[in-house]
């Protein structure tokens, strides 16, 4: 296996995504790949536990898989895996400092191996997924985190080999997560975990409230720098 090519076509790859001469698609992809922009959706999921829930046991073991779901996928790359590989993030990589578009002199931190964002995403998209149990649910979650994917990716943050070790380690955060709640409901709920789908058409909402907040600050703040 020749790793200078894989390399140069990781390369290749990622300045084939990254940056674009738009303003406006420079806000909102800055606006949506933020954590802030999608508040409305971490608290729809809440609301889908509490709604769902009999007793605050079968809660604080819903939230406390949830909890887990999001250490295993952002706390094991973030805190670990990126100072341990010491991979230089494509902003901060010298050999594509003449090469790479810079969105707002937007960086991030020194490393970048593996993609948080693309891991913690993926996770909480699957667990939810899961979870409540309907298919428009799981198209419209896992299709938000691929978007959340393009988004690193068009700011020169993550190489392409990043996204993709993190969403495979989503993927197995979210089934470790999954099989402990399941194992852990029967152990102490003496049931099995039935689907959560009541109060489930709030999770399309905040996506949607999200999207419409990103589009509007977008239109807003293009506006306002060519007055």
């Known amino acids: ?41 971490y608290v729809a999921f809440l609301y889908v536990v509490f709604r769902n829930s009999l007793s605050w046991r079968q809660v604080l073991l819903t939230v406390a898989c949830a909890l887990l779901c999001l250490l295993l996928s952002d706390g094991l790359p973030d805190g670990i895996m990126k100072p341990l590989v ?39 998209a699957l667990f939810f997924s899961k979870l409540v149990s309907r298919r428009w649910v799981t198209a419209v979650l896992v299709g938000w985190s691929m978007l959340n994917c393009w988004t690193r990716m068009y700011l020169g943050v993550h190489y392409p080999t ?14 470790v997560a999954s099989y402990v709640h399941q194992k852990t409901f029967k152990q102490f709920l003496h049931r099995p975990v039935e689907p959560h789908r009541l109060g489930s058409n709030t999770i399309g909402q905040a996506l949607l409230l999200g999207c419409c907040y990103v589009l509007v600050r977008a239109i807003s703040e293009t506006w306002i720098q060519n007055i």
């Open 86 to 124: 010491g991979r230089l993030r494509p902003s901060h990589d010298p050999a594509l400092a003449h090469s790479i578009r810079l969105v707002n002199g937007y960086r991030h931190t020194l490393y970048g191996f593996f993609s948080a964002h693309a891991s913690n995403t993926l996770a909480l």
């Open 162 to 175: 990043d996204i993709l070790v993190g969403l495979l380690w989503g993927v197995l955060s979210a089934f």
């Open 1 to 41: 296996m020749d790793w200078n090519k894989l390399i140069d076509l990781d390369r290749q790859l990622l300045l084939w995504f990254n940056g674009s001469n738009s303003g406006f698609l420079d806000v909102l992809v800055l606006t949506f790949t933020s954590g802030f922009t999608w508040v409305p959706l």
